[in-house]
Nanobody, 122 residues
Framework: QLQLVESGGGLVQPGGSLRLSCAAS????????IGWFRQAPGKEREGVSC????????NYADSVKGRFTISRDNAKNTVYLQMNSLKPEDTAVYYCAAASLCSRWSRDFGSWGQGTQVTVSS
């Protein structure tokens, strides 16, 4: 069974950092693009970042450019999202998902994880 599991969320003060992990089981991530999405209460799910299977090309939402960095370690079958300079508006449940190519649309992704809560508050 293909499964992705997110971890690393938590409560952090504004300006702080967190690193999220997306680990795969049941399949290898090598051939998949992996996207990070987030959903805040009462809002639609939005794309945050995506990394191609090669790891050489990445995409970011304008709201996180310069603050978030996506990376992958295929040897560990894991994708990371390093989040720096966090803001209260980054508060959301963060999900990772797999696709053949990066896309801004969540409908193009599958094998969604259960999500990890990120709360940015003083």
């Amino acid at each position: 069974q293909l499964q992705l599991v997110e971890s690393g969320g938590g409560l952090v003060q504004p300006g702080g950092s967190l690193r999220l992990s997306c680990a795969a089981s049941g399949f290898t991530l090598d051939y998949y693009a992996i996207g990070w999405f987030r959903q805040a209460p009462g809002k639609e799910r939005e794309g945050v970042s995506c990394i191609r299977s090669s790891g050489f090309r990445t995409n970011y939402a304008d709201s996180v450019k310069g603050r978030f960095t996506i990376s992958r370690d295929n040897a560990k079958n894991t994708v990371y999202l390093q989040m720096n300079s966090l803001k209260p508006e980054d508060t959301a449940v963060y999900y990772c998902a797999a696709a053949s190519l990066c896309s801004r649309w969540s409908r193009d992704f599958g094998s969604w994880g259960q999500g990890t809560q990120v709360t940015v508050s003083s």
